[in-house]
């Protein structure tokens, strides 16, 4: 486990002012073995080790997260999957359509996004 790596990969996606959050290894992902991480509040959980692009996607929760004051952001989660898994009648499919995934989805390929990126972004 290369923890001093991983500080510096995270250091670089983003300013350098602001606050890192902490990578912690899992065993078991909590929604089970399809998903490799989940980011909760200032802790990304991990089951394997991430990389540039798996650190940008859940480092771009944290922004969403920490502009939402973290719980409204779980909620908003919670209720948009619910309301999109009766829509599509899958979780999977339900799952990449939050719009909190589509933004991390469509920009966790741009390590530079998060210096650039603005508020609300997923609005
Ligand atoms: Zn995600």
Not at 2 to 15: I, K, Q
Not at 84 to 105: G, P, Q, S, V
């Amino acid at each position: 486990m290369a923890l001093p790596g991983y500080w510096h990969n995270v250091c670089t996606l983003t300013t350098k002012t602001e606050s890192m959050p902490k990578v912690l290894y899992i065993k078991k992902h909590p929604f089970g073995k399809n998903f490799l991480a989940i980011t909760l509040t200032e802790f990304i959980l991990t089951v394997a080790p991430l990389n540039n692009y798996d650190l940008n996607h859940e480092m771009i929760h944290v922004k969403q997260q920490r502009e939402l004051l973290y719980l409204p952001f779980f909620i908003w989660y919670g209720i948009e999957w619910l309301i999109l898994y009766f829509k599509y009648r899958d979780w999977t499919k339900a799952y990449f359509h939050i719009r909190f995934e589509k933004e991390a989805y469509q920009h966790q390929g741009d390590l530079s996004y998060l210096k650039r990126r603005r508020h609300y972004n997923y609005l």
